[in-house]
């Protein structure tokens, strides 16, 4: 994916599991992001409390599509349902025995 369609910001914490995993996907998709790191104290975290409505990390702002959201499951599942490509296809090829 070209820089041109690069607009989704993720907001991230440090050392977070939910925030890797959400990363994670976000590099095997190739989806460019930037990062934005919060501040490690819950109440502070004012940033993203004014993006997203909540002070809980992830949270990803998809200006392609304009959604925000929070949670890495729901994240996780957005990203896979917009950006995952034919994953149905590639599970029914691979169950077959196919490759492709």
């Known amino acids: 994916m070209g820089d041109a369609e690069t607009s989704i910001t993720f907001y991230r914490l440090q050392g977070c ?4 995993r959400v990363a994670r996907l976000l590099g095997e ?7 934005r790191f919060v501040e490690p104290l819950h109440s ?3 940033a993203v409390k004014r993006v997203a409505g909540v002070r809980t990390v992830p949270v990803i702002v998809d200006e392609n599509t304009g959604v925000t959201m929070a949670e890495s499951g729901n994240i996780v599942d957005y990203l896979e349902a917009t950006y995952g ?6 599970s029914e ?3 077959a025995g196919g490759d492709d």
Do not use: F, H, I, M
């Open 17 to 20: 599991p939910y925030c890797e």
């Open 29 to 35: 998709l190739d989806l460019a992001s930037q990062s």
């Open 44 to 46: 502070k975290r004012n």
């Open 93 to 95: 090829a691979a169950a």
């Open 85 to 90: 490509g034919d994953s149905d296809a590639d």
